[in-house]
């Protein structure tokens, strides 16, 4: 018999396990992807009273506090806990403020990757622009944020806590948030969701869901999806182009074939919410910007209550000859959608003194730091 084999009769020793010291123990979720629920737990077990759930709930969401030093409502012993057993998901390291009020914010994440998150204000509204990926697959020729391909999903924490920083920073809660900074959001729903419903929670936020827009560039069941979990929020879809040709080239990474079926779905999408779907169109000079460009568009949203957002493009350090088309042409390519029945709004260029392309300071100094 070898020496390694169990006598007949005798029963095989179990196996040894080392026991898990509490330092191995898995980290608890930073507080700002806490829903009352995750909290009434994380409390209960630390020998804590549930009602004091609301009260962290309340602090971390409504006023934007994440050090648990800083929250005086509580006793100072269960203060010293959190910020023990907890830590935050992004750790701000730089802030850029254009000459037009926009302002760039760049996040270190645990594991080092970066993100960024963007406050556009503009008259009474403050928009906070948040990340949902680091990198993004989708690989739109004009933004940064795809130059490194997808690297990973980020998590509802971290997803949550960008808008928790921006209210820091503003002071007050902002207006409106939009799913439209780094990453393709309909690709990590799950993660989007959970952080809508910390935003829309009564208790916390409280942010209407017409105020928040999801943005997609990738494929229509994705959006059929979105219509599925009935979160009352808006749609605007990256199209970039009014056709697949045109489309392959500027979004390389969105599957072929999906122009038409991306407009189709954002039809469904008005017709079974009730709220008019957006269409984002950057334009692009001698890319997507020719009459026949707006004559394919308009006939693709015509009375489908589909509104286009033309954008002049920001500038891209990663693709210098690209440019924005002029003025006067950015005006007539609105000017003949309009005459053909397409609604249509002619946005301006923001932050293009601080890389406000998406993901492009997130990128420069990453390559910067390489």
């Known amino acids: 018999m070898a020496a390694h084999e169990t006598p007949p009769g005798v029963p095989p020793e179990p196996a040894r396990t080392e026991p898990v010291s509490s330092d191995q123990q898995p980290p608890i979720p930073p507080l ?3 829903d009352l629920e995750g909290l009434r737990d ?11 759930a609301k009260q962290v709930f309340q602090v971390v969401q409504n006023h934007g506090v994440l050090d648990p030093h800083r929250m005086t409502a509580l006793p100072i012993a269960l203060r010293e806990r959190l910020a023990a057993a907890t830590s935050p998901a992004l750790s701000p390291i730089e802030i850029q403020t254009s000459s037009d009020g926009t302002t760039k914010f760049l996040f270190a994440l645990a594991d080092g990757k970066r993100v960024e998150t963007v406050l556009i204000p503009e008259g009474d509204r403050n928009t906070v622009c948040v990340s949902t990926q680091v990198g993004c697959p989708i690989r739109c020729v004009f933004c940064a944020s ?3 391909g997808l ?4 998590s509802t924490a971290e997803i949550a806590e960008q808008m928790l920083h921006v209210r820091a920073h503003l002071g007050e809660r902002p207006t409106h948030i939009v799913a439209m900074g780094m990453g393709e959001p309909l690709l990590n729903l799950p993660a989007l969701t959970g952080a809508i419903r910390l935003w829309v929670e009564h208790d916390g936020l409280g942010f209407s869901p017409r105020r928040i827009t999801v943005s997609t560039a990738g494929t229509p069941s994705k959006v059929d999806q979105l219509i599925e979990l009935q979160l009352g929020v808006n ?7 009014p056709n697949d040709e045109t489309r392959a080239r500027l979004v390389p990474g969105s599957p072929a ?3 038409a079926g991306l407009i189709e779905a954002g039809a469904r999408f008005a017709r079974e919410t009730g709220r008019d779907a957006t269409v984002e169109y950057v334009l692009i ?7 026949e460009h707006a004559e394919d568009l308009a006939r693709l949203v015509a009375g489908r209550h589909i509104h286009v957002n033309l954008i002049p493009l920001n500038p891209v350090s990663h693709q210098p000859e690209l440019r924005a088309p002029s003025s006067l042409a950015a005006q007539g390519f609105a000017r003949r959608l309009h005459e053909r029945g397409a609604t249509v709004t002619l946005r301006r260029q923001r932050g293009d003194d601080i890389a406000a392309a998406c993901g492009q300071l997130a990128l420069e100094r990453s390559v910067g730091e390489a």
């Open 285 to 291: 000079a001698g890319e997507n910007d020719h009459p």
């Open 235 to 241: 749609l605007a879809i990256s199209l970039h182009a």
């Open 32 to 34: 700002a992807g806490l």
């Open 257 to 259: 074939g999906r122009t």
């Open 151 to 154: 690297i990973r999903n980020l």
């Open 42 to 52: 994380l409390l209960v077990g630390l020998g804590e009273p549930a009602y004091r």
């Open 146 to 148: 795809g130059v490194e």
